[in-house]
Nanobody, 124 residues
Framework: QVQLVESGGGLVQAGGSLRLSCAAS????????MGWFRQAPVKAREFVAA????????YYADSVKGRFTISRDNAKNTVYLQMNSLKPEDTAVYYC?????????????????WGQGTQVTVSS
């Protein structure tokens, strides 16, 4: 079991920045991968970024590559999503997710553990 608690969402102007945090607890993370997903009201939940905990390897959706950065802090058992150059189309509820496995995945069904979500709103 992995428990996730998210924070850091809010309202920001287009072009601004925001950092989301996800504090994780549970079993040893050596075999855990974590991801960020987002869901707008009229859209399905979509992949944003992923990180393999043991390696620190990162992967991104094309829509956010170059603007968002996923990272982890081993000492704090926390994963971050730094979001820069935000656009109105980035507005969504952002979810932290976790799975057991060293291979990254982009499908939401691959992640059995989820945080509660945090709202990110980008105004024009």
């Amino acid at each position: 079991q992995v428990q996730l608690v998210e924070s850091g969402g809010g309202l920001v102007q287009a072009g601004g920045s925001l950092r989301l945090s996800c504090a994780a607890s549970g079993r040893t993370f050596s075999g855990v991968s974590m991801g960020w997903f987002r869901q707008a009201p009229v859209k399905a939940r979509e992949f944003v970024a992923a990180i393999v905990w043991s390696e620190g390897s990162t992967y991104y959706a094309d829509s956010v590559k170059g603007r968002f950065t996923i990272s982890r802090d081993n000492a704090k058992n926390t994963v971050y999503l730094q979001m820069n150059s935000l656009k109105p189309e980035d507005t969504a509820v952002y979810y932290c997710a976790a799975r057991y496995g060293s291979q990254w995945r982009r499908a939401k069904d691959e992640y059995p553990y989820w945080g509660q979500g945090t709202q990110v709103t980008v105004s024009s």
